[in-house]
């Protein structure tokens, strides 16, 4: 396709699939937070921009007394000042599976600089396997040599000291100890960014009792209150079947932000009007990766389409609204079943082709439907995939961000392979019930 036909493609998809779904997600939001009596919502960055641009947009044409307000953080940005305040137990955070995890990844987790995550690996003798892609079972079996380093857990405190003060003075600067009742939007997954900001929030003084609105999550963190957590279409213990038909990954490829991703924070100095006198105040701003997103060019493009589509919306009245522009959880099913279930291999190539990064950091990505050869996909069954993890079976898995993406792309036994990915999904979740319901 030229460009210009695959800025068209693309448009249509983003306008009949793409931006329902989120309208939806977001009527639902703001109804929850009116009838809650919440008057601020946080939308944490960078998956809840489009959400922000929305609600903000929606609340300003209908009067209501919302203030939206868009907060710029990250897994990385508030899990590096928290990491001190866990003491060993951050260790859980920092030995977690992922796409195409090193010895040099984990590191990076916890901060350290190049020189610093060197220096640990010739302490542990991975020197030689720095950048060797780790099975599951090796990157769980680190936590104890990590532990036991006599450099590792000092230098991942001493940068989440160093964290600390930027973090809370920019919280502090976006009314976050402000006596006023405020939930956090975000996509969601875990919750462990809610749980994240209540800790660094308790730990500056700041007791509060924190709500979030998620469009799904898979579970919840450890020792958390469920009925703080609220969710649009797949909860903890429910919605088994919109997981299996869901990639959350391809969910934040396609709603983000055309910024980079949040790292931390740094004061710089504003002056005031001269009316305002000669006085100098520290104003904090957010820290990026790299100044743009690594689609950049994509999530301006989806900017314009929603102001659009938000236009068209608002012009809508009752029943013609709900039919034309906006869906439920139940019309939000049938949509992202069909596009991220089975994809066409023309959807898989147009959306497939953004750029994702799994981890913390941004410093390795690939295509979130990744390419994938015969025997990687074949390793992707049910069985196959199984003795890898477990280690039984010598072999590194390739891992795709959007695998049935990556099955569309190569038109291998397309149904055969989708229907052992989702055999797959349906024993990871029903393990997840399974646990839930003991309380293991």
């Known amino acids: 396709m030229k460009y210009s036909e695959q800025e068209s493609f693309f448009k249509e998809i983003y306008n009949s699939i793409f931006a329902p779904v989120l309208l939806g997600f977001v009527e639902w939001v703001l109804k929850e937070a009116e009838q809650r009596g919440i008057c601020r919502l946080y939308f944490l960055a960078r998956d809840g921009y489009q959400m922000y641009l929305a609600a903000e947009y929606l609340c300003k044409k209908r009067g209501l007394a919302i203030d939206c307000r868009y907060l710029y953080g990250s897994r990385y940005a508030w899990r590096i000042p928290q990491f001190v305040l866990m003491g060993e137990e951050c260790l859980t955070m920092l030995c977690c599976g992922g796409i195409d995890v090193t010895f040099e990844k984990v590191m990076k987790r916890g901060g350290l600089n190049d020189e610093e995550a060197k220096a640990v690996a010739e302490e542990l003798g991975f020197t030689a396997e ?3 892609i780790l099975s599951y079972s090796e990157v769980m079996q680190l936590k104890k040599p990590l532990a036991e380093s006599r450099l590792f857990l000092p230098l991942v405190y001493a940068h ?8 809370m003075e920019y919280f502090k600067q976006e009314g976050m100890f402000e006596d006023v009742t405020y939930a956090l939007v975000d996509s969601g997954w ?4 809610q749980q994240t900001l209540t800790q660094l929030l308790a730990y500056a003084g700041c007791e509060k009792k924190l709500e979030g609105f998620y469009f799904g999550l898979y579970e919840l963190p450890k020792g958390v209150e469920e009925n703080c957590y609220h969710t649009y279409y797949f909860g903890p213990g429910y919605g088994m079947r919109r997981k299996v038909y869901f990639s959350n990954c391809l969910y934040e490829a396609v709603y983000s932000a055309p910024h980079g991703m949040t790292v931390g924070y740094e004061a710089y100095e504003r002056k005031q009007t001269a009316t305002q006198g000669k006085k100098v105040e520290n104003v904090y701003r957010p ?13 301006e493009l989806e900017e314009v389409w929603l102001k659009k589509c938000l236009k068209e919306y608002s012009e809508l009245k009752g029943k013609k609204q709900n039919e034309i522009k906006v869906t439920n959880v139940k019309n939000t099913y049938k949509l992202l079943k069909r596009f991220m279930g089975s994809p066409t291999t023309e959807e898989a190539k147009a959306y497939g082709s953004l750029l994702f990064s799994d981890d913390v950091t941004e410093e390795q990505v690939q295509c979130v439907a990744a390419g994938l050869s015969k025997e990687e996909i074949k390793n992707q069954q049910v069985r196959n995939k199984l003795l890898i993890m477990l280690g039984i079976k010598k072999q590194v898995l ?4 959007w695998i049935e993406g990556s099955i569309a792309l190569a038109s291998v036994n397309r149904r055969w392979q989708l229907f052992h990915v989702r055999g797959y999904k349906y024993l990871v979740y029903f393990r997840k019930w399974l646990k839930r319901g003991t309380g293991h």
């Open 287 to 299: 820290l990026f990766y790299k100044s743009q997103n690594l689609n950049q060019t994509r999530m």
């Open 398 to 401: 390739k891992e795709s961000a």
């Open 130 to 132: 720095y950048r060797r």
């Open 190 to 193: 875990t919750g462990s960014l």
């Open 160 to 167: 989440s000291r160093a964290a600390c003060e930027t973090t």
